[in-house]
């Protein structure tokens, strides 16, 4: 996956946040180019670190697991280029929240299942979803189904036939069209 690889280069070549932070602009978007959009993300990810390092006087959000979820998540949303998805793979993964990120393929694949409404925007899809899932599975339930959108209910071919949940699907039972 292109956006691994990007992390992978990026954490190769500068080990920490500070490093990102302190680094030449170009070396950063060099580093995670393969995840597409290097120079709009390269300069708004060391703008947000900036910014959390001028509020906080360093880069430990530690201090987001004493708020509530949705605190800790206005928090993190208030910096510019920090949205939902970005904020709730925070709170989630690096911090053991209960937050429920939407990426592309968790928003394609739970649109095909019937667990949105077709006219559901991305945003309003994060807090839908975490209403429909236990917050104990969240980070459990992301992970499948961006495994489901990767390997067999892809954007271009859903590939209905080896579907291992196809029985619970709206889209491969003809329930309703492609909405992607």
Excluded at 31 to 40: D, F, K, S, T, V
Excluded at 71 to 96: E, Q
Aim: net charge positive.
């Amino acid at each position: 996956m292109n956006r691994d690889r990007a992390f992978d280069a990026l954490h190769a070549k500068f080990p920490t946040w500070e490093s990102v932070r302190d680094a030449e602009t170009k070396d950063v978007m060099d580093a995670i180019r393969p995840a597409g959009l290097a120079n709009q993300k390269g300069p708004r990810m060391q703008q947000v670190l900036k910014a959390i390092t001028a509020e906080r006087g360093g880069l430990d959000l530690s201090f987001l697991k004493d708020m509530s979820v949705d605190d800790a998540r206005n928090w993190l949303t208030k910096f510019n280029g920090v949205g939902p998805k970005t904020a709730a793979i925070v709170l989630c993964f690096s911090l053991n929240m209960p937050a429920f990120p939407v990426d592309t393929h968790v928003y394609r694949v739970t649109g095909r299942i019937g667990l949105h409404p077709e006219k559901m925007s991305v945003e309003q899809a994060h807090p839908h979803l975490e209403s429909l899932f236990p917050p104990e599975t969240y980070y459990a339930a992301h992970l499948n189904i961006i495994r489901l959108g990767r390997e067999i209910c892809t954007a271009r071919k859903a590939n209905c036939e080896i579907c291992p949940i196809k029985k619970l699907c709206d889209y491969g039972n003809g329930r309703v069209e492609n909405r992607d």
